[in-house]
C-alpha cells in the first residue's frame, strides 16, 4: 500500500503560478511511474500530466507549455509546476502513482483561480 500526500493547492490570479507537490511513504518510489490529474466541479476527472520512472514525461493538450512536472527520487516527491494559471485550471488536483496493475490516489489539493 502507497500513501499520497499533495500539498501546495490554494487560491492565485490569473497569470499566476503554484507548485503542487506530492510526498509518497512508499521505499521504492523509484518503481513506480506518477501522473497528475485534475476534476473541476461536474466534469470527470483528467490527465494533466505524467512522468515514467525513467523521467519520460508526457501533458495534456490545454497545459503544454504552462505546466511542467517532475521528481525527486531521493526525496519521494513528484512535483506539479504551475505556470500562467488560468481560471479553467480551477479544480481538485490529484497525484497518482502506478506500477504494473496497482495504482493509488492522494486526497487531492484544491486549486482555485481567479480572474
Known amino acids: 500500500q502507497v500513501q499520497l500526500a499533495e500539498s501546495g493547492g490554494g487560491l492565485v490570479q490569473a497569470g499566476g503560478s503554484l507548485r503542487l507537490s506530492c510526498a509518497a511513504s512508499?521505499?521504492?518510489?523509484?518503481?513506480?511511474?506518477m501522473g497528475w490529474y485534475r476534476q473541476a466541479p461536474g466534469k470527470q476527472r483528467e490527465l494533466v500530466a505524467v512522468?515514467?520512472?525513467?523521467?519520460?514525461?508526457d501533458y495534456a493538450d490545454s497545459v503544454k507549455g504552462r505546466f511542467t512536472i517532475s521528481r525527486d527520487n531521493a526525496k519521494k516527491t513528484t512535483y506539479l509546476q504551475m505556470n500562467s494559471l488560468k481560471p479553467e485550471d480551477t479544480a481538485v488536483y490529484y497525484c497518482?502513482?502506478?506500477?504494473?496493475?496497482?495504482?493509488?490516489w492522494g486526497q487531492g489539493t484544491q486549486v482555485t483561480v481567479s480572474s
Open positions: 512522468i515514467s520512472s525513467g523521467g519520460s514525461t
Open positions: 512508499t521505499s521504492i518510489f523509484g518503481i513506480y511511474g
Open positions: 497518482k502513482a502506478h506500477a504494473g496493475p496497482f495504482e493509488y
